[in-house]
Nanobody, 121 residues
Framework: QVQLVESGGGSVQAGGSLRLSCEAS????????RSWYRQTPGKEREFVSG???????NYADSVKGRFTISLDNALNAVFLQMNSLKPEDTAMYYC???????????????WGQGTQVTVSS
């Protein structure tokens, strides 16, 4: 069973930076694409950024040019470097994995517990 542990959230002033981490464990012989989502109270969870196992990245328009997603296969971790943060980036950030290869022993997808990011003006 996939376990995802996020870290790196916190409180910063507008214009500041944070780096989120998401470490995955609990599986073998499975391949996953990784992504970050965020959610604020009363709103639906929204896509922020994703990276395939081959390193292909994509971003929501709202974060392009400010956020960078990266993958460290040795650590089995995905990172989200967030620069030039804005108050509207304030949200709970969630890591997600989506299976692209593997048998029935591989979970189709999994979510982390979330890490809070708060940006003050």
């Amino acid at each position: 069973q996939v376990q995802l542990v996020e870290s790196g959230g916190g409180s910063v002033q507008a214009g500041g930076s944070l780096r989120l981490s998401c470490e995955a464990s609990g599986y073998t012989h499975c391949t996953y694409d990784r992504s970050w989502y965020r959610q604020t109270p009363g709103k639906e969870r929204e896509f922020v950024s994703g990276i395939t196992s081959d390193g292909i990245t994509n971003y929501a328009d709202s974060v392009k040019g400010r956020f960078t997603i990266s993958l460290d296969n040795a650590l089995n971790a995905v990172f989200l470097q967030m620069n030039s943060l804005k108050p509207e980036d304030t949200a709970m950030y969630y890591c997600k994995v989506t299976k692209t290869f593997g048998g029935r022993g591989c979970a189709a997808d999994a979510w982390g517990q979330g890490t809070q990011v708060t940006v003050s003006s």
